[in-house]
């Protein structure tokens, strides 16, 4: 972002994780409450930018795996005659989908209880921020009549 920027920047989608990077905006005075909500908004983005690259990486590994082990048992080979990658029909991939999906089911579970926690802290220092600003806000307003 140029310097004079004074919000934050939103980067094309990541390759792995398929989520787009923030690049956030840090105020020149920031307090401590914003450097926290700041921080935590960074760490939850962190967080899940690692989460989805594993699980997309996990999914692509372990679906390529599937249409390789079933092309085989039906004794195709990955390329057809004419050099084009074999595709499984949407029943056959259905299944792998349900399967994935049931063996990653804790995990998913697990990401969701953490994600929430941490909007929450987010959404709790949001309102102690916005607060502290609206009574800044009217100070000065007080202040200044």
């Known amino acids: 972002p140029p310097p004079n920027s004074r919000s934050d920047w939103i980067g094309p989608p990541d390759k792995h994780s398929n989520l787009r990077p923030v690049i956030f905006y840090v105020p020149p005075e920031e307090s401590p409450l914003e450097r926290r909500l700041r921080e935590a908004r960074q760490e939850a983005q962190a967080c899940n930018q690692r989460f989805w690259a594993q699980q997309n990486r996990a999914f692509r590994q372990e679906k390529e795996e599937f249409i390789y082990s079933r092309l085989k ?42 994600w929430y926690k941490r909007n929450f802290t987010i959404t709790f220092l949001m309102g102690q921020v916005a607060l502290v600003r609206a009574l800044r806000w009217l100070r000065w307003k007080k202040k200044n009549v």
């Open 73 to 114: 048992a039906k004794g195709l080979e990955i390329r057809d005659d004419t050099g084009k990658k074999a595709t499984l029909n949407a029943e056959e991939m259905a299944d792998f989908y349900k399967d994935f999906l049931s063996k990653n089911f804790r995990k998913h579970m697990q990401y969701n209880r953490d």
